[in-house]
């Protein structure tokens, strides 16, 4: 079984929580170790979640893990999708707020490998949610170079996660978030990870839980990427409706619980080494 990588504790600092980046990558061999290294001149720690690579990013990221200090690759044996991609970082983050090296003050950074987010955009964000007192902050994309299918299918979607999660969203589609560690506790025992539908399950998951949202902040996105396809979008759909559904059920396992469970099977290099 899996277990958070052996560090020291880290010290409450009541003046400034650490950023923690979560980065899903899928044979994106071209881009990871440069998106990383841009993305850590923004951040205090870097968690990228290898889901089942064949193109070589596996073993990139492990270099990149051995050769410089706060940084953890998640290895998936097979491919298994950005919702469980995304399921395994969350439940290694609980276990470290669990285990005591991160606080459930401290922030998730979410974004792409594929270097279409600018990580120079991560200190606004993260500045939004601190100022306004906020849980999470969704970055608000501009959808103008977009062709029309793909600005529809985002405006259907946001409306269909607004009216399901009682939340106004402009854009609940952008992977591009800043979330307190205490609301992806909060989230996790609910969160499926199934299919493709993880941005719509977290925009009604997080609104049905109470937490405090921001989706107007907005973000800029370098190019647009083809590959997502309709049924995709009734995907997102329907698991927007699964998790409300979910929202009224009691979870069977506790974060914690769920987190070990998650993290049986998947091979962890590098951890949590360096001071705040």
Not at 25 to 42: C, G, K, P
Not at 90 to 104: I, K, S
Not at 113 to 137: M, N, S, T, Y
Request: proline residues 4%; contains cysteine.
């Amino acid at each position: 079984m899996c277990a958070v990588a052996d560090s020291p504790s880290v010290e409450a600092d009541a003046r400034r929580p650490l950023t923690i980046a979560l980065v899903p990558v899928y044979n994106e061999q071209a881009t990871v170790v440069a998106v990383l290294d841009e993305v850590a001149r923004f951040v205090d720690r870097i968690v990228a979640v290898d889901d089942g690579s064949s193109d070589g990013s596996g073993k990139s990221l492990d270099r990149w893990a051995t050769e410089g200090a706060r940084r953890t690759v998640l290895h998936h044996e097979k491919n298994r999708g950005m919702s469980q991609a995304l399921l395994s970082g969350f439940a290694y983050l609980v276990l470290a707020v669990e285990d005591g090296h991160l606080e459930e003050t401290d922030l998730l950074v979410m974004l792409d490998a594929d270097g279409q987010h600018l990580p120079e955009e991560i200190p606004r964000l993260v500045k939004r949610l601190i100022d306004h007192d906020f849980d999470v902050v969704l970055g608000r994309r501009g959808l103008s170079g977009y062709p029309f299918g793909k600005r529809f299918g985002n405006r259907a979607l946001s409306w269909w996660a607004s009216r399901l999660g009682g939340q106004p969203y402009e854009d609940a589609e952008s992977g591009f978030r800043v979330m307190r560690l205490k609301t992806v506790s909060r989230l996790l025992p609910y969160f499926t990870a199934l299919a493709y539908g993880c941005a719509q399950e977290l925009a009604v998951l997080t609104a049905r839980q109470g937490a405090r949202i921001d989706n107007t902040e907005p973000v800029t996105i370098r190019y647009y990427r083809k590959g997502v396809r309709h049924r995709d979008g009734l995907t997102n759909a329907v698991m927007a409706l699964v998790a409300y559904g979910r929202s009224f059920t009691r979870p069977r396992q506790g974060a914690a619980q769920r987190a070990r469970a998650v993290l049986g099977d998947v091979r962890v290099v590098g951890g949590w080494a360096g001071n705040r």
